[in-house]
């Protein structure tokens, strides 16, 4: 009996060790680690084309994370993260791009690619198939509008090339009295409604995309991957986010972009930008022998930029005698529409066309940006408008 009892408690014993072994091997082992897997497979380009896997929606120009190259059209990047993120998959020396919003989880990208005859040999992709990311799928969702607006675009554009080009023309050649007959036509009046038209439907839905995700980092990826630059008119934006969407990757990208490190007491850099009429000017050439200039960043459609205008004729009439000058940046991708606005703000001072380098070269990521200049290159102060512009340059250039 004592035997059957020993056997018994030393079967319970060791049923007890077992489980408490196991218990602990749950307790201690490490949990799978999260990570993505995009593979791709895309036909039509060379064997050993660079691929490389570029962060976007940043507004930055950002370094690869990973790069490899195709071998038999396949290529594979793998990594971890903490949210969704958005890419570029570049190909070749960023001759083409497929986009797509990465989580962890393993994604397939699927693509036909052809490589154009003109110059540059820009590679162009069709069939595009991303499989894999339920963040994909609502990135592609919630970003179908644009399809729309595509073809509203083209819609309204039909018929104009003739009467653009003539209105180009007289701009570049500064003729006034061409282009005001060219903006009575009834043509051109229709078209400007159009536009407007179009251009408010834009916001509409753009704003729209925003407030829908307040709550969570789509929000403020939304913010960052629909506007280029930001103007003090977006920050009502960014306050209705959730703190959740605020202290996300895209939330704090965000944040630095609409509120910019100041870069008052650097020096800045001398450079050459071209005018309207495509003639290089050296920022040392304009600004030699005066005592204090005001780079001025700004763009045709921005409204906050085209409202300060008329305060920064005034300051130029006032000062200009004094040694004050004003150098005018337009960071406008369009270049007609940078022409354009010229022609009807009739500003007399020196307006260029930014490259890309100089607005990142002042760490503009909103605008208008101010940065007025001592004789010495060294920035005095920023983002000076109206009348802070006005008492600033009374302190500065007493008679």
Known sequence: ??????????????????????????????????SYTIEGNVTGLEEGTTVKLIPGGTHSSELPVAETTLKDGKFTFTGKLKEPRFFYIIFGKNKGNISVMAENSKIKITA???????????????????????????????????????KDYA?????????????????KEGNKKALDSLYGTEQWKVFEAKEKAFFTKVE?????????????????????????????????????????????YYGQILDKDLNPKSLIGTSIANFSLKDKDGKPYAAKDITAGKKY????????????????????????????GKGFEILSISIDKDEK?????????????????????V?????????????????????????????????????????
């Not at 045709?300 to 200009?320: D, Q, V």
């Open 293 to 320: 200039i005001l780079v001025d960043f700004w763009a045709s459609w921005c409204g906050p930029c085209r409202k300060e205008i008329p305060n920064l004729k005034t300051a130029y009439s006032e000062y200009s």
């Open 337 to 357: 529409a940078w022409q354009k606005a010229l022609g009807q703000e009739n500003m007399q001072w020196h307006n260029l066309l930014d490259d890309d380098k």
């Open 204 to 248: 509409k839905t753009t704003l729209d995309l925003i407030a829908k995700h307040k709550e969570t980092w789509w929000g403020p990826f939304f913010m960052m991957t629909n506007y280029s630059y930001f103007t003090p008119e977006q920050k009502p934006l960014y306050d209705q986010f959730s703190e959740t969407a605020k202290k996300s």
């Open 155 to 171: 819609a309204y554009h039909v018929g104009i090339d003739e009467l653009s080009n003539k209105v180009g023309k007289a701009r």
């Open 1 to 34: 009996m004592n035997t059957i009892k020993y056997k018994i408690t030393a079967l319970c014993i060791c049923l007890l060790m077992v489980s408490n072994t196991q218990a602990q091997k749950k307790k201690t082992a490490a949990p799978a680690a999260a």
């Open 359 to 399: 607005s990142k070269s002042f760490n503009v990521k909103a605008i208008p940006a101010t940065y007025l200049v001592d004789s010495k290159g060294v920035i005095i102060s920023d983002n000076l408008r109206g009348a802070e512009l006005e008492a600033k340059l009374k302190e500065l250039l007493k008679s």
């Open 112 to 150: 036909s690619g052809s490589v154009s005859n003109d110059e540059g040999q820009y590679i162009k992709f069709k069939d595009i198939a991303v499989t894999g990311s339920k963040s994909h799928d609502y990135y592609v969702k919630e970003t179908a509008f644009k399809a729309e607006l595509d």
